[in-house]
């Protein structure tokens, strides 16, 4: 059962400016400490910070709540699972509205698409709902 969908779109030369004129506080701000290390050790780590940046935009549109009722960036972190696939780690208010919309008797899952093609980096976010319940 599918509870949120969330797409963003994300100009790359807009984050690149971001990351220009403000640096580690805005990097700081919004991303969590692995996303930073994942960034930084790429070449392309402001494109990098744009997918993930939508990432989160996407994820905050997929919950309902957008960046409110306690919803902040950094609630929301860039994972990659051992397979390789993205997903995202969900911690304070992202994570108590994750718990909320869950129904009981099945186990959030998010799905995570990350693009980018200059200028533009795209991000997709699809929550759902698994069954946890073997006797359904």
């Keep these: 059962m599918i509870l949120g969908i969330g797409i963003d779109l994300v100009d790359i030369r807009r984050i690149?400016?971001?990351?220009?004129?403000?640096g580690e506080r805005f990097v700081a701000r919004v991303f969590t400490a692995v996303e930073r290390a994942k960034a930084e050790r790429r070449a392309n780590?402001?494109?990098?910070?744009?997918k993930r940046f939508a990432a989160k935009e996407a994820c905050a549109k997929a919950?309902?709540?957008?960046?409110?009722?306690?919803?902040?960036f950094r609630d929301m972190g860039v994972v990659n699972l051992k397979s390789g696939r993205p997903t995202l780690e969900l911690t304070g208010?992202?994570?108590?509205r994750l718990?909320?919309?869950?129904p009981p008797g099945t186990q959030a899952r998010i799905d995570l698409a990350l693009?980018?093609?200059w200028p533009?980096?795209?991000?997709m976010v699809v929550i759902s709902a698994e069954c946890t319940d073997t006797r359904a």
Aim: no cysteine; charged share 30%; hydrophobic share 35%.
């Design 45 to 50: 780590r402001v494109e990098t910070y744009a």
């Design 16 to 22: 690149e400016k971001t990351i220009e004129r403000h």
């Design 99 to 102: 718990e909320a919309i869950t």
């Design 120 to 123: 533009i980096a795209q991000a």
């Design 63 to 72: 919950l309902g709540t957008g960046f409110r009722n306690g919803v902040f």
């Design 115 to 117: 693009t980018d093609e």
């Design 93 to 96: 208010g992202a994570r108590r």
